[in-house]
């Protein structure tokens, strides 16, 4: 697993990086840590990130617009912003940003945001296997918008993706059971939707991918409020 960690400070890099070797030598998951103090040095990389530890404020380009150009290159990178400066925490979040840290860094905290970082990487990466007819269609997990039961006939469920449609067989019971480790939720008894992909959120519906307008029902709403602000807070 690759973790990229670009800060002007090459103080703040090395203690950064210091805690990260730290966490390594405790476990047994392979880490390659690059490190950098210019936004245009990373993405210079060739290597794929899956972790990005980015400060907000840099002279040649800023974090924010270094994590736009990552989510160009892998769209599932987990961005990590860390900034002297908490005005930058609502665009951060509109990046859908994993996690957000003020300087000082508390070491604790950041590990245990870190951890958690690490299982969201291996939860993008995993995938489902739809059957379409007679095809078999296996799709990564956070390319699943979400899925929603056919309005039509109520027999069989659509699962949509970034790419396209699916048409499946399968109930929604089915899917919840194969999601359950995954980012979804039920916001109404229709729909699983994609954490990852929800942009905006309010107490009657969400707005997935900038697309797609799903209702919360009264008896999903309170639940559904709950995962919601635990999955963006995950790792506090």
């Known amino acids: 697993m690759n973790i990229a960690i670009c800060d002007d400070e090459a103080v703040f890099v090395d203690t950064v990086k210091k805690i990260i ?3 390594k030598s405790d476990s047994e998951i392979e880490l390659n840590t690059f490190c950098f103090n210019s936004g245009y040095e990373l993405l210079a990389l060739n290597e794929k990130i899956d972790i990005a530890i980015l400060d907000v ?9 270094v994590g736009k150009r990552l989510r160009d290159k892998n769209a599932n990178v987990v961005l990590i912003y860390i900034t002297a400066y908490g005005k930058y925490l609502d665009d951060s979040l509109d990046l859908n940003a ?5 300087k000082p860094v508390d070491e604790r905290r950041f590990c245990k ?3 958690r970082a690490i299982k969201r990487v291996y939860e993008l990466s995993s995938n489902i296997v739809v059957k379409e007819n007679s095809e078999l269609f296996k799709i990564p997990t956070n390319d699943v918008i979400f899925i929603e039961i056919e309005s039509d006939t109520h027999r069989k469920t659509r ?5 396209r449609v699916y048409t499946s067989t399968k109930k929604m019971d ?11 939720a039920k916001p109404h008894k229709s729909y699983l939707v994609n954490l990852n992909h929800i942009s905006k959120y309010n107490e009657s519906k969400i707005q997935l991918a900038g697309q797609y307008s799903i209702p919360i029902s009264r008896s999903c709403s309170a639940k559904f ?9 995950s790792g506090v």
Not at 57 to 64: H, R, S, Y
Not at 98 to 102: A, G, L, S, T, Y
Not at 159 to 163: A, D, G, P, S, W
């Open 21 to 23: 070797d730290e966490y």
């Open 57 to 65: 404020e840099m002279p040649d380009i800023d974090g924010l617009e």
């Open 98 to 102: 994993f996690r957000f840290f003020e």
């Open 113 to 115: 945001g870190f951890d």
């Open 159 to 163: 699962v949509i993706t970034q790419e």
């Open 174 to 184: 089915y899917w919840e059971e194969q999601l359950a480790d995954n980012n979804f």
């Open 225 to 233: 409020r709950t995962r919601f602000f635990k999955f963006i807070m």
